[in-house]
Nanobody, 115 residues
Framework: QVRLVESGGGLVQPGGSLRLSCVAS????????MGWYRQAPGKEREWVAV???????SYSASMKGRCTISRDTTKNAIYLQMDNLGPEDTAVYYC?????????WGQGTQVTVSS
């Protein structure tokens, strides 16, 4: 069974940084790509960054230049380093993967940007 567990969210001041982690089990990140999504209150879930099975990253326009997706294949984990955060980045952040056309989501981690 695929399981994704996020961590690293929290309260940060505007301009601050956070690093989110997602540890995967039941699948290999070297076989299946993984990504980060977020959902702000009252808004639809949107993708933030993805990394394919070869480790190639892609970024959405909303956070491009302010975030970096990376992975550690020895831990079967992906990370999202976010910098220069603003209130508009407040959301629940989820990691995601699709295995054999089945989508899997973590439970999410709350990121709140506020002074």
């Amino acid at each position: 069974q695929v399981r994704l567990v996020e961590s690293g969210g929290g309260l940060v001041q505007p301009g601050g940084s956070l690093r989110l982690s997602c540890v995967a089990s039941g699948m290999s990140i070297q076989v299946w790509g993984m990504g980060w999504y977020r959902q702000a209150p009252g808004k639809e879930r949107e993708w933030v960054a993805v990394m394919d099975s070869r480790g190639r990253p892609s970024y959405s326009a909303s956070m491009k230049g302010r975030c970096t997706i990376s992975r550690d294949t020895t831990k079967n984990a992906i990370y999202l380093q976010m910098d220069n955060l603003g209130p508009e980045d407040t959301a629940v952040y989820y990691c995601n993967t699709a295995v054999d056309q089945t989508m899997f989501w973590g439970q999410g981690t709350q990121v709140t940007v506020s002074s």
